[in-house]
């Protein structure tokens, strides 16, 4: 769910940086997901499959993997790429609760990609901190005060 205080302007924002980021990779479409599944926002030719259960498989599978690595102590894995045949699906964490997904053909080098969009997490990152009251703010980077504001 997106912070109450994110505003018109901030949407318009998340809006612009997920078409920049898909103009840029020259993937087919970016999502801004919920980690509990729910696609908060897209950019991009969706067309070919069905958005929202792609959004729900996509922070389904992120989130199985984040508590495996729990599970045998080892680091968050921060991202996931997925291949389906000709298309190639790879979802980074914003924060603790939100994704940014990218949908690419199988011709794209997911580490270019991973790169690419490292910029447009900050951003999002930093939008997300914007609702968040003042006194929560830190020297902490964009990602773990978003982070703060946004557990339940």
């Known amino acids: 769910m997106l912070p109450a205080k994110l505003f018109?302007?901030?949407?318009?924002?998340?809006?612009?940086?997920?078409a920049n980021l898909l103009q840029l990779t020259g993937?087919?479409?970016?999502?801004?997901?919920d980690t509990d599944g729910t696609l908060i926002k897209h950019r991009g030719d969706v067309s070919q499959f069905?958005?929202?259960a792609l959004a729900a498989?996509?922070?389904g599978t992120f989130m199985a993997d984040r508590i495996v690595a729990q599970l045998?102590?080892?680091k968050d894995p921060g991202s996931v790429s997925l291949r389906a045949g000709?298309?190639?699906v790879m979802a980074l964490s914003v924060t603790h609760k939100?994704?940014?997904a990218i949908v690419f053909g199988a011709g794209r080098n997911i580490g270019l990609m991973k790169i690419l969009a490292m910029e447009t997490v900050d951003i999002i990152a930093l939008r997300l901190e914007s609702a968040c009251p003042a006194s929560l703010q830190s020297s902490a980077g964009p990602s773990q005060?978003?982070?703060?504001c946004l557990r339940e």
């Open 8 to 18: 018109e302007n901030d949407i318009d924002v998340l809006d612009g940086v997920l």
């Open 27 to 33: 993937g087919i479409a970016t999502l801004l997901i």
């Open 50 to 52: 069905d958005i929202t």
């Open 57 to 59: 498989m996509t922070s």
């Open 72 to 74: 045998i102590h080892a």
């Open 86 to 88: 000709e298309l190639n």
């Open 98 to 100: 939100h994704l940014l």
């Open 145 to 148: 005060v978003a982070d703060s």
